[in-house]
């Protein structure tokens, strides 16, 4: 009888630190996803602050371009106020395709292209970009991680019990389906 209740305990105990042992491999994938959003939230913080001395740069050369600067502004505004992955892709999307317009702009104009200011802000504005699509590999390899962590059975269980919930990627989508950001030019 002592027997089987020592295997009966030994299976408990087992049991138990098998449970704790995938709740804590979870916790650590959600909490990686975490780091790496906020990795993407600094990146995403460099390029809006960016934004407004590329705009400024621009206008010097090509005032009456006021669309661009406009559209450039709207996206700006939006893409800072963004919550969450999906909010957050889209409102950078309509950035990326206003300042795309913006850089379009300023193939008109040479001898701005040709400044020591602007070469500085595209080559960081580039740079940016580069360390935005770096950190968010990032993040989707942590997500795809941590959402197959909580699907796969026996975790699935514990995640359920947990209330983790599966986290979204960050995806940017073709430019080609985006909304036009309207631009109210009175005043």
């Known amino acids: 009888m002592t027997v089987v209740l020592v295997i009966l305990a030994l299976l408990i105990i087992v049991f138990i630190v098998s449970l704790v042992r995938i709740r804590n491999s979870i916790i650590g994938l959600r909490n990686h996803c975490e780091e790496a959003w906020g990795n993407i939230d600094a990146q995403l913080t460099r390029r809006h602050d960016l934004v407004p001395n590329l705009v400024e740069t621009v ?104 209330n983790f919930e599966p986290k979204n990627f960050f995806e940017v989508e073709d430019l080609s389906d985006l909304e036009p950001v309207e631009v109210n030019l009175g005043d």
Do not use: C
């Open 59 to 162: 206008k010097g050369y090509a005032s009456h371009e006021t669309e661009a600067f406009e559209k450039v502004a709207v996206a700006r505004a939006d893409a800072m106020t963004a919550r969450g992955t999906r909010q957050s892709a889209r409102s950078e999307q309509q950035l990326t395709a206003a300042l795309a317009d913006l850089r379009a702009v300023t193939e008109n104009y040479p001898e701005l292209r040709a400044t020591e200011n602007f070469r500085q802000l595209s080559s960081n504005l580039s740079e940016v970009e580069r360390q935005i699509q770096v950190s968010r590999d990032a993040y989707n390899a942590g997500v795809q991680a941590y959402n197959t962590k909580i699907q796969i059975f026996p975790n699935s269980i514990v995640a359920k019990m947990g």
